[in-house]
């Protein structure tokens, strides 16, 4: 943990939704960035290996099988990568006190260690949003959970099918897929 936590910086990064099916929902990262060391790195629960196939990969998302991983990346190339598919970024500051930078500092920092990378994914309960949730959360002494306790009656299928209804065979697709979910 750095000495002086008043030139460490947090960001709440949102990216805008993209064409294909996996980031039709948008993105959300976290930006840290120090002024003392010069740090600056984006931390992005969103990253998955299709290097077995679009096939097996799909297959594994039928069966409940997302394993994702967390990748840290330089601000410029995470930004670039979301402008060259069309997607805005927004960056909001995150306004925390010093013993809040650092429970967030240290839950990042435990995170980066390569035995806690990867994470099983769930669409609903553990996603890029839910992690970055959480740690906040965990920095605010759980002010955000007391903040957000309603219930709906909609239930997770009525929120997919209105986010893809304009897109009736990926709507479709998905249904399928949830089954029982």
Same mark, same amino acid.
């Given at each position: 943990?750095?000495?002086?936590? =008043?030139?460490?910086?947090?960001? &709440?990064?949102?990216?805008? $939704? ?6 039709? /929902? ?9 002024? =003392?060391?010069?740090?600056?790195? $984006?931390?992005?629960?969103? *990253?998955?290996? *299709? =290097?077995?196939?679009?096939? @097996?990969?799909? +297959?594994? /998302?039928?069966?409940? !099988? ?5 990748? #840290?990346?330089?601000? @410029? ?18 306004? &925390? #006190?010093?013993?809040?930078?650092? !429970? ?7 995170? %980066? ?7 099983? +994914?769930?669409? /609903?309960?553990?996603?890029?949003? #839910?992690?970055?949730?959480? +740690?906040?959360?965990?920095? &605010? ?10 219930? #709906? ?6 929120? $997919?099918?209105?986010?893809? %209804?304009?897109?009736?065979?990926? %709507?479709? =697709?998905?249904? !399928? ?5």
């Amino acid at each position: 943990v750095p000495a002086d936590l =008043s030139g460490v910086h947090f960001y &709440l990064i949102t990216v805008d $939704v993209g064409e294909n099916v996996w980031d039709n /929902f948008g993105h959300t990262a976290l930006r840290m960035y120090d002024e =003392s060391s010069n740090t600056d790195l $984006v931390f992005n629960w969103g *990253v998955f290996d *299709v =290097s077995g196939g679009v096939v @097996a990969f799909s +297959y594994n /998302f039928f069966k409940g !099988i997302m394993n994702y991983r967390l990748a #840290t990346s330089l601000p @410029a190339r995470e930004f670039d990568m979301y402008r060259a598919q069309g997607r805005t970024v927004w960056q909001d500051r995150i306004n &925390l #006190t010093n013993p809040q930078k650092e !429970i967030l500092y240290r839950r990042l920092m435990w995170n %980066a260690e390569p035995e806690n990378l990867e994470d099983e +994914y769930q669409y /609903f309960f553990d996603n890029c949003t #839910t992690r970055v949730r959480d +740690y906040l959360d965990e920095a &605010l002494d759980g002010k955000l959970s007391e903040l957000f306790q309603a219930e #709906t009656e909609e239930t997770y299928r009525d929120q $997919v099918q209105s986010h893809y %209804a304009s897109t009736a065979i990926i %709507a479709f =697709s998905l249904d !399928i897929l949830m089954n029982g979910n």
